[in-house]
């Protein structure tokens, strides 16, 4: 049974790069939730995929988009990338887009460096 | 604003001791606490769910307690392993949305 998997596992880019980083939920979840994990700090919301669409969306701007496919794998898209944009981001999936109760399945993140 | 917060920042235990994990929150209206466990590079794993009429639950070495009056929450870890080394965040839903703590970062020393 396969876990939530993320890809690239390490990315560095340069300032005002474009970045995009993949996940796949855990066989059988259908909604995929994405977050940022600062270094010493604990992950911050940045948006919920359900159904391909946005179901919710953390206090994070425009730049970070997103996208869920038909397979219910997702994508995290971060335009005109800033220094301070350097984390862990953590793609994290469960079941029915129910939010109560909801146990999260997270991936083993992507650490984007910028530089 | 819903804020969850973690006590201490940071611990040092010998194998083998007990250590308690506090978590304080103001998320309201209140579904759910959980605890996670994160290992160094890797994604955070679920340790126990507490919901408002729970006041107690057990994984293994691992308890946590839920003071819904009160708003408090710990996690109790009995007798300490090297592989207990870890972040070990607290997480609270209220409203359809998790509030994450910053996380306490538990060494265990041989």
């Known amino acids: 049974d396969a876990g939530v998997t993320q890809s690239p596992t390490h990315l560095i880019k340069t300032r005002g790069q474009q970045v995009t980083l993949r996940c796949s939920p855990k066989?059988?979840?259908?909604?995929v939730s994405w977050y940022q994990q600062a270094l010493g700090q604990g992950p911050q919301f940045i948006f919920q995929y359900y159904e391909e669409e946005e179901r919710q969306r953390g206090n994070f701007p425009d730049r970070f988009s997103g996208h869920q496919f038909p397979n219910y794998s997702s994508e995290l898209n971060v335009n005109a990338l800033l220094l301070g944009d350097s984390a862990l981001y953590l793609c994290?999936?469960?079941?029915?887009?129910?939010?109560?109760?909801?146990?999260?399945?997270f991936g083993s993140g992507t650490q984007l460096s910028v530089l | 604003k819903n804020q969850v917060e973690q006590s201490p920042q940071s611990l040092i235990i010998l194998e083998g001791k007990n250590c308690t994990l506090q978590c304080n929150y103001t998320v309201s209206p209140f579904s759910n606490l959980r605890w996670y466990k994160q290992d160094t590079g890797r994604g955070p794993v679920s340790l126990t769910i507490?919901?408002?009429?729970?006041n107690t639950k057990s994984n293994g070495r691992y308890t946590a307690t839920l003071d819904a009056d009160t708003k408090q929450s710990s996690l109790h870890i009995t007798a300490s392993q090297l592989s207990d080394s870890a972040s070990y965040i607290c997480?609270?839903?209220?409203?359809?949305?998790?509030?994450f703590g910053d996380g306490t970062t538990l060494t265990v020393k041989p």
């Open positions: 507490m919901t408002f009429s729970e």
């Open positions: 997480v609270v839903m209220g409203a359809g949305k998790s509030t």
């Open positions: 066989s059988g979840h259908d909604t």
């Open positions: 994290a999936s469960s079941l029915g887009g129910r939010t109560t109760n909801e146990k999260l399945f």
